[in-house]
Each structure stands twice: as C-alpha cells, then as structure tokens.
C-alpha cells in the first residue's frame, strides 16, 4: 500500500506531519493493506491563517483492487484533528463512493 500525502500553500507538510498522517493511515488500514494500492491524502486550510473556525481539511482517497476509489473527507480545527478524524475507519467501513 502507497500513501502519498499533498498539502496546500498554507499547510506546512514537514517530514513530522508525513510520518504521523503515514503512521494513522497504516495503522486504520494495516487489515485491508494487500487489497488497497495507495492512500491518497489531501491537507489543506481553507481559510488560510486569515480567518478562524473549523478550516482545516483532509481528504483522503482509497484505491482499492477491482473498486471504485473511495473517498472521505474530515474538516476540524487543526489539521492533526482532521487527519485522525476518522477518515480511516470510514475507509474501512465503506465500500464505494464518497462519505463525510
């Protein structure tokens, strides 16, 4: 299984965020790691450091052999909370499509 972790302009995607989304991501999926090929993830701030509120956004998208990619998507104050949102039990539990 892959992971490949993109962040936006406004997110810092130092080597400590790569290891800890990599380290949530494995651990969630560690089950179902021989039938998904790569872990997209996608961090960004919405809002940029201008405005407050819950902006911070991660999606993450499953591709899975013989299915249809699936995607979740988590949006929380900070992005460490957005990341353990539970996008990788929805993985987990959902077989096609998108779920928030």
């Given at each position: 299984?892959?992971?490949?972790?993109?962040?936006?302009?406004n997110i810092e995607g130092g080597d400590e965020l790569t290891q800890q989304t990599q380290a949530v991501v494995e651990?969630?999926?560690?089950?179902?790691?021989?039938h998904i090929t790569r872990v997209e993830?996608?961090?960004?701030?919405?809002?940029?450091?201008?405005?407050?509120?819950?902006?911070?956004?991660?999606?993450?998208?499953?591709?899975?052999?013989?299915?249809q990619p699936v995607a979740v998507i988590d949006q929380?104050?900070?992005?460490?909370?957005?990341?353990?949102?539970?996008q990788t039990g929805k993985i987990a539990r959902s077989r096609t499509g998108t779920v928030e």
């Open positions: 299984m892959k992971i490949q972790i993109n962040t936006d302009n651990s969630a999926l560690e089950r179902f790691a021989e993830v996608h961090l960004s701030d919405e809002n940029s450091s201008h405005k407050g509120g819950t902006d911070k956004r991660c999606v993450m998208e499953a591709r899975l052999e013989g299915m929380a104050d900070h992005i460490e909370q957005a990341v353990n949102g539970g």
